[in-house]
């Protein structure tokens, strides 16, 4: 299931499919730089729609054209692969805007 | 000007008219606690437009249906009037919101 934690050794496997993302104090954290606010805020919405669509919501920080993420299960105290469903979503969202 | 940094007598001065704002580490802040993600988002969604609008923009983070807003105005090294004017829309916004 969706909703299992995984392993340190199993999240580092993964990560190697998902460049830009990193392991940071329990969380899958990757920051991305926008053009401008405008651009910035553009990619939140889009992430955010897929967020509520898969229901699972990130922590983030806005400031300007910066974002930083950082996903966790909350339910199962660590990292699952729901998490990995966003940021493979998150990265190709970002990718489609990114030039 | 809007541009020039208020001091700290000033600021305590219009926090007063502004309830659930406080001056914490030089920024004007405040949290909101929405309904769920959607309604959260909702407020994000109107607070950008506004602060692309004012051409000035919130360091904030989001979490679920919680935000964290933090205000200050890089330019002057402080906070400006022009964080007084977002901090008022973004509390009309979430009043409309908030019941």
Chains 1, 2 share one sequence.
């Not at 460049?19 to 954290?29: A, D, F, K, S, T």
């Not at 805020?41 to 229901?55: C, D």
């Not at 922590?59 to 199962?76: E, G, K, P, Q």
């Amino acid at each position: 299931m969706a909703r299992a934690a995984l392993s340190t050794e199993e999240i580092r496997d993964k990560l190697r499919a998902l460049p830009g993302w990193e392991l940071r104090e329990g969380y899958l954290c990757r920051s991305f730089e926008f053009r401008d606010f405008v651009e910035a805020f553009g990619f939140m919405s889009q992430v955010a729609l897929w967020a509520e669509k898969l229901n699972h919501h990130p922590d983030w920080r806005n400031v300007y054209r910066r974002i930083d993420v950082a996903l966790s299960t909350h339910d199962v105290g660590g990292i699952s692969d729901l998490d990995f469903t966003l940021a493979r979503k998150i990265s190709d969202l970002a990718a489609s805007l990114i030039r």
